[in-house]
């Protein structure tokens, strides 16, 4: 993380301070700060031109169909080098896919990385839709589209319970007597420090009412789904074997669907021999 970007957070201290949290709690919230990558539209302000939601897809041409309508894609060579703390491949294409209605027993969408150099061919992004559900194709219709530009920036928590591996009862963030203050510190401050955008790499998992960690909840039900026999494991009971690797903020386009987020998670295992095929996905949504 860039001195620059650390410095941003004088803010954060300030209201902290303000608000009666002793000066190492606030420190100690702080060490925990990732660095990630917010994607917004090209029309916007913003850094280089790393991707874009929707657009042509394009796949390997032994890569069978997907079964989830493509979201984005980002072009992994172009992404500021540091950016995130993810062990990510430096070239190649990843390509998100998401269903807004995940059928409850599964992933709700996947990830596949493209590489470098490899020969693709065009497919049509209504492949997914073989019940030729119209209702489906209309929020599908709604997945937005363009260029999508990059901006470094940092994030911290956003929930303030855990529940600990064998444990039932939820439990406050061990060693942050104060989490509760600080997430409303972040809550209140982010938008002048790391406004979010529509599309996330990285950092910590944001959805539109969260207490639990989304991605402590993307791992158990990953394990629920590996127990029922609607993914293949194996899948780690920790949940800090798991990380983020991105979220959509898809309420935001969406009609009918506000408050809607996809996370994207993956065991740090899996990522880091860029096992793309491992990664579960999530859709929470409130309506």
Same mark, same amino acid.
């Given at each position: 993380m860039t001195s620059d970007t650390w410095d941003r957070f +004088?803010? /954060?201290r300030a209201e902290a301070e303000a608000r009666g949290v002793p000066a190492e709690d606030v420190e100690r919230w702080l060490a925990t700060a990732r660095p990630c990558l917010t994607l917004t539209p090209a029309d *916007? *302000? %913003?850094g280089p031109v790393v991707g874009r939601f %929707? %657009?042509?897809l394009l796949l390997p041409a032994d890569a069978p169909d997907p079964v989830h309508p493509h979201v984005a894609s980002v072009d992994l060579a172009a992404l500021p080098a540091g950016a995130t703390d993810l062990p990510l491949p430096p070239d190649g294409h990843l390509l998100f896919f998401a269903a807004l209605e995940p059928d409850g027993v599964g992933p709700a969408g996947g990830v596949? &990385?493209?590489?470098? +150099?490899t020969?693709?061919?065009? @497919?049509?992004p209504h492949a997914w839709n073989t019940a030729h559900a119209a209702d489906d194709d209309k929020v599908f219709a709604d997945y937005p589209q363009g260029p999508l530009r990059a901006k470094a920036d940092v994030s911290l928590p956003y929930h303030q319970f855990v529940v600990p591996p064998g444990e039932r009862e939820a439990l406050y963030l061990p060693e942050h007597p104060r989490c509760s203050d600080l997430v409303e510190v972040w809550e209140d401050t982010q938008d002048r420090i790391a406004p979010s955008g529509p599309l996330q790499i990285g950092g910590y998992a944001d959805e539109e009412a969260v207490e639990f960690d989304p991605v402590d909840i993307a791992a158990s039900t990953a394990a629920e789904a590996v127990e029922a026999g609607h993914w293949d494991g194996p899948v780690s009971a920790d949940a800090a074997d798991w990380v983020l690797l991105a979220d959509w903020y898809a309420g935001r386009h969406v009609r009918n669907r506000e408050g809607s987020t996809v996370h994207w998670v993956i065991q740090r295992e899996d990522l880091?021999? &860029? @096992?793309f095929e491992r990664v579960f996905t999530t859709v /929470?949504?409130?309506p």
């Open positions: +004088g803010l /954060f *916007e *302000e %913003g %929707g %657009g042509p596949v &990385h493209v590489a470098a +150099g020969a693709v061919t065009p @497919r049509d880091a021999a &860029h @096992r /929470f949504w409130n």
